[in-house]
């Protein structure tokens, strides 16, 4: 039998399979990586131009890389394409067949190229006698084998043509497997429509057949009028394509739509509906300051009667901390009647964070009048929370020499459960009272003024944290580009000791910040601090990179305060007995960012491993915040499963304490529903959408408790690591408790040193 004690031999939860299908470079959160490929030549150039066209206008919601395959093009050609799209590729391949067999067989498994270039998980390959018609989405959300569309041949057999159509997974035997056959309207043969017959409606694919010799750019082929045509709406100049790709009004990528619009603004200026469309794609991405820049060209012929113009202006305006001038432009705004609560949401924030609370909730009131079920305005007109607003008896507040400052999220109603948690066991691992007697809060999204400074040098020290308080896109600012809204030029008058505490770092993949003012910002902070640590080591490497050498030496790394709850309360007793239940958690903010393409094969996965798992123990959903019960809403009409809901939006910090600690087993994505049950001693496994959760498991020298909402077995992965920890419960909770007392350790070892400057 195994030593429980053992912490190198095998681990609890642990199965073989398991464990090898994740062993390899690759990191847990790692999207799959798609691409488009085309093979061409200088003659055929006109054709990868017009397959080009056809798949934007067509799928203006896709942008994956496209590999332009090729055996010796010029400069120019190849400007030719990239003119066309944001993300092309080129590589040098000998055909597309060639590319294809490289792909499969590459050493590594990930159809690299040799040359420091990523792999990818599943190609799409084109030809030049091909244009898209329609919607090619189910294609791009294959995940198995070799697909393609079989086309008769001599005999009446079927085969799949060498110029056809294939979807491509890096691991597809297609040597000894057959192509699983898709239907004919994803690879449509011209040749079908002889006698000008009308391309049918449903074609996908209009493939001109590069076999049988048969260019569309070169001349027309009498009897195929129709299918000619087809392919002449894609025949177009780069402007005309340009200005097709912008004027559409579906959901277009924002990476392509920025490509497209570009060279548009250097020929002529935007109007001013273009000027906003840029402009949100900007906000959206989080480049307040192009926002701005975009939409003041502009700004002098937008009219009063222009609402929508108004409300966009003056958000971008107040993320870049221009208070006075959003305020204007938001005010205008409110005349509009549909977009009347946006706008008084977002003036309500601004008296907010400038500290006018009633003001807040006068506006937030507006915004209710207008839009009775308007979320954002509903939050506002709520009273800050206690911890906030530090109301306290008469008389119980001590001196303000002997409070700290607490700079931090401080949550209410029914936001977040995790970051309701947080603050308190912030406050719990620097004084047994977490109450405003003791702590003076100072909420990280409201500017930070003269006033707040005066009141924070008064205090002892200040403590910044917890949380993923490095994140460009909550509540932006230009003061510091993160969440704490200060100025650099009072946070450099400082004058009582400051630490950063279990901070993370919490950019997803992809996500910018506005790095000239949040580089300055952080290394600001970093000369302020007498303690700087962040919660994760994921988060102490990405903040080392943006300092200067000097610095980084000064970033440490301090757990979460979450995960060690159970030595922060002096009277915590671990359950007598748990309930026979598992907790599933999921997050839906930033969805396009959490599971990309792969939410339909995320939501079956899941579906197989809660049946699966409910022959084990009642599976139950812990929602954080109400948007999480998106996921009950998708199962029950998608798979036919109902999961009673456990809502700890709306119970207090003990009764979510005590609830993760007395069941048998997490499966969280959201950060706090790995780390909250750690702390309380359950074991836990992670639904991987975000680097912060693969950084923790990490830390913990568990990688294995995590499994990508991207991996192409998740439910199988799932069930059998589940199952593993409840089948070795005893084992799995002491694993947890010696995992957490490193973490302890770690900890005390920090408070240690923060007493000798907060003494």
């Known amino acids: 039998m195994t030593d429980p004690t053992d912490m190198t031999g095998p681990r609890a939860g642990t199965a073989p399979r398991a464990a090898a299908a994740r062993t390899g470079g690759r990191a847990a959160a790692d999207k799959r990586r798609i691409a488009l490929a085309c093979h061409t030549d200088r003659e055929r150039l006109p054709g990868l131009l017009a397959l080009l066209r056809s798949l934007a206008l067509t799928n203006p919601w896709l942008c994956e890389d496209f590999l332009l395959l090729h055996d010796g093009l010029s400069e120019a050609d190849l400007d030719a394409a990239r003119r066309l799209h944001p993300r092309l590729v080129p590589r040098r391949a000998a055909s597309r067949s060639a590319y294809l067999r490289t792909f499969q067989g590459s050493a590594d498994g990930d159809g690299s190229d040799g040359e420091g270039r990523p792999g990818y998980d599943t190609v799409l390959a084109f030809t030049t006698g091909m244009v898209v018609l329609g919607d090619i989405g189910e294609l791009v959300r294959l995940r198995y084998g070799a697909a393609a569309v079989p086309q008769p041949v001599d005999g009446g057999e079927r085969a799949v043509r060498e110029d056809g159509l294939l979807v491509l997974q890096r691991d597809a035997d297609t040597t000894e497997a057959p192509h699983r056959p898709l239907d004919a309207r994803f690879d449509f043969l011209v040749r079908r429509l002889y006698d000008d017959t009308p391309v049918p409606g449903a074609a996908v694919v209009l493939n001109f057949g590069e076999a049988d010799g048969h260019h569309p750019w070169t001349a027309s082929r ?53 000027a906003r469309d840029i402009a949100g794609v900007y906000l959206e991405k989080g480049r307040y300051d192009e926002a701005v820049e975009v939409l003041s060209l502009v700004a002098d012929r937008a009219q009063a009667d222009q609402p929508r113009f108004h409300e966009t202006f003056g958000t971008a305006l107040l993320a870049v901390s221009r208070h006075e001038e959003a305020e204007t432009r938001l005010l205008l705004a409110t005349a509009e009647p549909t977009v009347a609560a946006r706008a008084f949401r977002q003036l309500g924030r601004l008296a907010w964070l400038r500290g006018d609370d009633a003001g807040a909730r006068a506006y ?20 800050p929370p206690v911890a906030e607003s530090g109301q306290q008896a008469p008389g119980q507040q001590a001196p303000a020499a002997e409070q700290f400052a607490h700079v931090a999220l401080f949550s209410t109603g029914q936001d977040n459960a995790g970051d309701k948690v947080l603050p308190e066991a912030v406050r719990m691992c620097l004084d047994s009272d977490t109450g405003p007697r003791r702590w003076h809060p100072v909420h990280v999204h409201r500017l930070f003024d003269e006033r707040a400074l005066e009141q924070v040098n008064a205090r002892r020290g200040v403590i910044i944290g917890g949380g993923g308080l490095f994140l460009p896109d909550t509540w932006p ?124 094969h995320f939501l079956g996965q899941l579906a197989e491993a809660v049946r699966k798992l409910s022959g084990h123990a009642e599976v139950r959903y812990a929602a954080h915040m ?27 910090n003990d009764e979510i304490r005590d609830h993760y600690a007395r069941t048998r087993l997490v499966i969280g994505m959201r950060g706090h529903a790995t780390m ?23 830390d913990i020298g568990r990688p294995e408790w995590g499994v990508s909402v991207h991996d192409r077995e998740l439910g199988a992965l799932l069930t059998e690591r589940a199952v593993a920890l409840l089948e070795s419960h005893p084992n799995a909770v002491f694993d947890v408790h010696a995992r957490q007392r490193e973490l302890w350790r770690v900890t005390e070892d920090n408070l240690a040193e923060l007493t000798k400057h907060f003494a």
């Open 626 to 652: 109400p948007a999480d019960e998106r996921l009950v809403h998708d199962m029950r009409r998608e798979h036919g499963i109902t999961l009673p809901v456990d809502p700890l939006y709306d119970f207090s």
């Open 364 to 383: 937030a009131r507006e915004g209710l009048d207008s839009e009775p079920t308007h979320g954002g305005c509903r939050s506002l007109h709520l009273p």
């Open 676 to 698: 909250i049950p750690f702390g309380c001693g359950t074991p836990v496994l992670s639904l991987i959408s975000h680097p912060k959760l693969a950084y923790f498991l990490d």
């Open 222 to 274: 009498a009897g195929y009028g129709p299918a000619q045509e087809a392919w002449r709406r894609f025949d177009l100049t780069d402007e005309a394509f340009h200005r097709a790709y912008c004027a559409l009004r579906v959901r277009r990528h924002p990476d392509y739509f920025l490509h497209c619009v570009e060279p548009l603004l250097r020929t002529s200026g935007p109007s001013i509906n273009l």
């Open 477 to 600: 600012n230009g003061n510091s580009a993160w969440q704490w809204n200060v100025p650099d030029e009072l946070l450099a008058r400082i004058t009582v000791p400051l630490a950063v505490f279990a901070v993370g770092y919490n950019a997803f993949d992809g996500q910018e910040y506005g790095r000239p003012r949040f580089i300055q910002s952080l290394r600001t902070l970093v000369e302020q601090s007498a303690f700087f640590g962040l919660r994760n080591h994921g988060s102490v490497r990405r903040v080392r990179e943006l300092l200067p050498s000097g610095l980084r030496d000064r970033v440490r790394w301090q757990p979460c305060p979450t995960t060690v709850a159970r030595q922060l309360d002096p009277g915590w007793r671990d359950p007598e007995r748990r309930a026979d239940t598992v907790l599933l958690n999921c997050a839906y903010d930033r969805a396009g960012l959490r599971f990309g393409h792969d939410y339909g």
